[in-house]
């Protein structure tokens, strides 16, 4: 649902990712909802499960599904936290699902985000019931995708959501952004498959689907907010526990703002996800609790939640209740949550639309970006396999040209030091390390390095190499000159930690700066071991002025190559970008000079005049490409 018309910094004049004869395009940062909010219309949702059977009811059809052993007399429901004023239900039942949508409307909730299970299942069956009493009460519902059937691939993914979309899709009812039809995707689902696996799978579902979709990824991160047509995040249980009301307000208000920013400045959709209390204790062991203060914390993020300005707000739940969070009517508190959500909601849909929040983090000049991507120009540079940490979605954001390679790929020898200036490392902690024969990717990467390469880590998690591809720990960082140490999962209580700039180059990146206080903050830090040249560039220091260890460093190595290491949090801090910029711009110094335009690869030159995105329909598609080509993105650096 990108709108193609909104101006950007840089035209986009071709951005391409091939895999075998498959061309993949990926969404432009910059482009989508107007400033002005008028394509996406405040609205409140909320998540809703239609999972419960009982055996006299049409779903269980002489079973009990989902509640467990049920006792009336005492209210009292084996998996369920809280008893519903209803009684034990069952959701495929009409009576149900028009009393759930008449209180639904009548509390100003818009949408049903409707957990999905797969075709044919448990939750698929009621799905045009729910539509179609949606569509009674002014209504719309869309599916909350859950997880990836097998095997696990994104064509797999693609093709169960577009065979979900042409059931549903059409239905006057379903919620859809500019004609588009809106699928939620779930961590779970999003975890199965990457933001590589994503980027190519949403790509697929354009091409298939005649008005393509409005995909809303559950993640917050900079590739996200480039990638999906929106943000959100299911649940908020985990960093509400132990807090009294004042400390939920404060997280409330920081980090509702950084949601709302993160989404607008990617122009994605805003979302802020808030409950009205948790307590998963019954199925869970030992489980997770957030009290609801008689309602109070529900009414702070609801505060908060309007005060942060986003384009929809979602209740996480109207009726899960294995985890308490349910605000439907119960034994317990009545219809109190349907209450306070009509309140809110209607001051939420009355507050004028105001232009999207931007961030406030720190920001570069064009001319600055401009200046750092012609240092580039002309090299060549390998992204391993996973785009999921802020590095690459940065560096495509500023026009710089990146191949994607598989682990096949750099396996079968196309990572050398004669195509790639630099191998770019944004995965987690998990990598393939062997594809035909035991250790073949490590050779490779080892041979790149030997040869001259260079290697920039930059993982979207604490340990680059740490795992193999079956999950086994053999922490390989060490072989590719990434000396990196453990340090903790928590920093210690009531130590004081900064940042320290040591390199007078990063000169956009702050003298000094606090350790983050939320977010991962497992500590995995660089240490200059043996190494030719070694040059701290950011260094953790406690209150003493004492060294932990590197945030980010850059190293020669004794046997050749050289390795740049970001610790990975930093890439998710409110200095990412200055970190990213005076990193890049301290390696450029360090590179041997460009090579030509004219020594590019055939494959490279031949994508140089193809697009892949319905998203331009000025530019045609080219024919297929040969299995061995790496996918690749680029694009021509042309200002407005």
């Not at 993914?157 to 379903?174: G, L, T, W």
Request: net charge neutral; glycine share 10%; charged share 25%.
């Amino acid at each position: 649902m990108r709108n193609w018309q909104t101006p950007v910094l840089w035209l986009i004049v071709g951005s391409v990712f091939l895999v075998g004869s498959t061309v993949f395009g990926a969404r432009a940062a910059g482009q989508g909802v107007q400033a002005d909010g008028t394509e996406v219309p405040r609205k409140v949702m909320a998540f809703y499960y239609p999972w419960y059977g009982i055996a006299e009811g049409p779903g269980g059809a002489g079973r009990t599904v989902h509640w467990g052993k049920i006792e009336p007399s005492r209210k009292e429901i084996a998996a369920s936290t809280h008893y519903p004023a209803l009684g034990a239900y069952d959701s495929h039942d009409p009576k149900v699902i028009e009393q759930h949508c008449q209180w639904a409307a009548d509390a100003g909730i818009d949408t049903f985000i409707v957990s999905w299970w797969g075709q044919g299942d448990y939750t698929d069956k009621p799905m045009s019931t729910i539509l179609d009493a949606c569509g009674r009460h002014g209504m719309t519902a869309c599916i909350y995708y859950e997880t990836v059937p097998q095997p696990r691939s994104p064509e797999t993914a693609a093709r169960d959501i577009v065979r979900v979309m042409e059931k549903y899709a059409s239905h006057p009812a379903h919620l859809k952004i500019d004609g588009e039809p809106v699928v939620f995707v779930y961590g779970r689902a999003m975890g199965e498959l990457g933001l590589t696996g994503w980027m190519k799978a949403i790509d697929w579902m354009d091409e298939k689907l005649d008005g393509g979709i409005a995909c809303l990824g559950d993640q917050f991160s900079y590739g996200a907010a480039r990638l999906f047509d929106g943000l959100h995040t299911y649940n908020t249980a985990g960093s509400l526990r132990g807090m009294s009301l004042a400390e939920s307000r404060k997280w409330c208000a920081g980090t509702y703002r950084s949601w709302v920013e993160l989404a607008e400045d990617a122009d994605a959709i805003s979302t802020i996800t808030i409950i009205p209390g948790y307590d998963d204790t019954k199925i869970r062991k030992p489980g997770l609790a957030v009290e609801r203060f008689e309602g109070q914390l529900y009414r702070v993020q609801w505060e908060n939640a309007i005060q942060a300005n986003p384009r929809w707000i979602l209740i996480t739940s109207f009726n899960e209740w294995h985890e308490g969070s349910e605000i439907e009517p119960s034994a317990e508190f009545g219809d109190v949550y349907l209450k306070i959500t009509r309140d809110f909601a209607n001051r939420f849909k009355a507050q004028a639309v105001k232009a999207g929040a931007r961030s406030s983090r720190s920001r570069l000049a064009p001319d600055e970006k401009t200046g750092l991507a012609r240092k580039y120009l002309g090299r060549r540079i390998a992204t391993l396999a996973d785009l999921d940490s802020m590095a690459f979605w940065w560096l495509r954001d500023l026009g710089i040209e990146m191949d994607v390679l598989s682990w096949q790929q750099v396996a079968d020898g196309i990572l050398t030091t004669g195509q790639y200036d630099i191998a770019l490392y944004c995965g987690g902690e998990t990598y393939r390390r062997s594809v035909h024969k035991a250790g073949d990717v490590d050779g490779a990467l080892a041979a790149y390095l030997e040869n001259g390469g260079t290697l920039v880590a930059a993982p979207a998690m604490p340990w680059p190499f740490y795992y193999d591809q079956d999950g086994h720990p053999v922490q390989n960082s060490r072989l590719f000159g990434l000396t990196i140490r453990m340090g903790w999962e928590n920093p210690p209580a009531g130590t004081q930690l900064e940042f320290k700039r040591l390199a007078p180059s990063m000169k956009h990146t702050p003298d000094r700066f606090d350790f983050p206080t939320s977010g991962d903050l497992r500590w995995r830090a660089f240490f200059n071991e043996g190494h030719k040249a070694y040059t701290p560039l950011l260094q953790l220091r406690n209150s003493k002025g004492e060294s932990l260890g590197d945030g980010a460093a850059y190293a020669e190595l004794q046997g050749g190559g050289r390795v740049v290491s970001i610790w990975f949090t930093l890439l998710n801090g409110p200095y990412a970008e200055p970190i990213l910029y005076d990193v890049f711009d301290f390696l450029a110094g360090r590179l041997t000079a460009p090579r030509s335009q004219s020594s590019r690869p055939a494959a490279r030159n031949r994508a140089h005049h193809q697009t892949v995105s319905r998203r331009c329909p000025d530019r045609e598609k080219s024919g297929p490409e040969k299995e061995s080509e790496p996918f690749i993105w680029q694009r021509v650096l042309t200002p407005f």
